[in-house]
Every structure is written in C-alpha cells, then in structure tokens.
C-alpha cells in the first residue's frame, strides 16, 4: 500500500502562526523519509484567536478538504499521512478513516483531551472541542461522529472540569502521561485492532518541545518513540495525521525541534514505508 502526504495549508483554528510554520518544517522531511512528494492544499489564513463558531464557519472547507483527502486516499489503497497546524481537522478525518475501517480504534496522543462543548468551554477555542465534536458529543455539522468507544486517549494531563465529567462518561478509554505503565495500558486499550493515529506533538514534555499551550508531565521523547514503536508491532497503521508543531522562530531551535519530532515519528513512517516488515 502507497503512502498519499497532504500539508493542509489552510486554516482551521490556527491562532498563532508557529503551528502552521512547523508543519511546513515538517512535510519535505517526512516526504524524503517515506519517498513521496507532498501534496499542499490551500494557503496560509491568518492566525487568530477567534470563537469556535466563527472559526468552524470559515473554516469549513478546509475541513471538509482533510476528510475528503483520507477518503481518497483509502479508497485508492493508500495510506493518509496529514500535517495540519491544529487538532481541528479531526472533525472530519476521524469520520473518513473509521468508515473505511470501522474495526479500527483511533489513538489520540495529546497533552489535552480537546472534548469540551459548546457548553463546557472556558475559551471558546475549536480545537479544544474538536475531539467531543468528532464523537458526537456536539454537532460540527460536518461528518458522521465517530464512536467514543473506538477511541483511545493517551498522554492527556490537562483537562478543564467539564471535558473531564465528560470523558469521566464516556465509554472512550483515557491514559495519562504520568502512569508509569503508558505504553502497556495503551497496547492493552487497543488489543491488536488496527489504529488510526492522531499525533499532537504537545503530548511531549515541553521541557523537550516547544508547545503553545504547555502541559507539564508530558512523554519524554524517547518514551513516546517507545510507545509508538509497540503500536506499530502489533497494530495495523491504517493512517497518520500529525498537528501542533508550534516551530520556533529561530533557524537553529526550529531544526532542533524538528530533529525530535522526527524521531518519535520513526516507527510510524517505518510502518508506513513497511520497512518495519522488511526488518522483521
């Protein structure tokens, strides 16, 4: 199965422009490393922080366009690997992805659960509801919602009260970063199903990389490397999408930041390329 790599250019819910500029970083990398061109779908909006209802109606098409690139390339026998500024386009992928699979879990790796509501919300940010908004827990208005059930949250430590009664409801299955069995209790919560993973890179500690919402405790580097090169071991990668790359100005921090990130991404683009069979 090939490999199709999409840098969603476009703007979901973008509020500074160090997200958008890190996933630039990061495609031409991951394309050298899987040997495909990356494709680039729309243009850069400009950063701000607006309410998520204003933010899910101009960003509409940008989210649509994310689903629609995981449904293509599912139903052309490849894999999705997306790279977005923001967890926002899960509105859509999540939905995309499950309907071709529906036997798959979703692994959502993230230092936040991003399951508030409209009626749970301190910030009123889209892309810290866009998880409860993918499970159904309010309506986008964009795609089918996801079963909560197939969803696996790990490396999660920052929660506002009402996204943690939520989750505390719902039958999806939340790891913290701090447990010291993470990567057992994450191999056990997916039991072998194929996964479709969501990788936002503030699931690292951010004394190790820059995040715009830091959340002390997170993954070392070299643990979250681990973890996913166990998934890979016993799960099917059915695809990839990987958001909040917030790159440092700064050349030099920016390419230090982007040699970590592509580090913990080794076992998944091994997956993907299926050097990890050829190994085996």
């Not at 101009?58 to 293509?72: F, K, P």
């Not at 208005?141 to 009664?165: H, S, T």
């Not at 030099?252 to 913990?264: D, K, L, N, Y």
């Amino acid at each position: 199965m090939n490999v199709s790599v999409v840098l969603l250019r476009c703007r979901t819910s973008d509020r500074t422009p160090a997200a958008g500029r890190g996933a630039e970083t990061l495609a031409p990398l991951v394309g050298a490393a899987l040997g495909v061109e990356p494709r680039v779908i729309g243009s850069a909006g400009e950063p701000r922080a607006a309410r998520y209802d204003d933010d899910l109606r101009d960003s509409r098409g940008c989210l649509l366009e994310a689903g629609g690139q995981v449904d293509d390339a599912l139903s052309g026998g490849k894999r999705p690997l997306l790279l977005g500024g923001d967890c926002s386009l899960c509105l859509t992928t999540l939905a995309a992805a499950l309907r071709h699979r529906p036997e798959a879990r979703v692994l959502w790796l993230d230092g936040h659960g991003d399951y508030n509501t409209p009626e749970t919300t301190e910030s009123g940010f889209l892309g810290g509801m866009c998880l409860a908004g993918a499970c159904g827990e309010w309506d986008a208005g964009l795609a089918e919602p996801v079963r909560p059930e197939r969803v696996v949250l790990a490396g999660v430590r920052n929660l506002d009260d009402g996204e943690r009664q939520l989750l505390e409801r719902s039958p999806a299955t939340v790891i913290g970063a701090s447990a010291v069995e993470t990567l057992v209790a994450v191999k056990n919560a997916l039991d072998g199903a194929p996964a479709f993973v969501h990788l936002d890179l503030d699931v690292i500690d951010p004394e190790h990389f820059p995040a715009q919402f830091p959340a002390p405790g997170g993954l070392h580097p070299d643990k979250l490397y681990d973890l996913l090169d166990s998934v890979t071991e016993d799960c099917e990668l059915v695809g990839l999408e990987v958001t909040a790359f917030e790159a440092p100005e700064d050349e030099r921090a920016r390419r230090v930041a982007a040699e970590t990130a592509m580090h913990v991404l080794e076992p998944l683009l091994d997956a993907l390329s299926g050097e990890r069979q050829s190994r085996e």
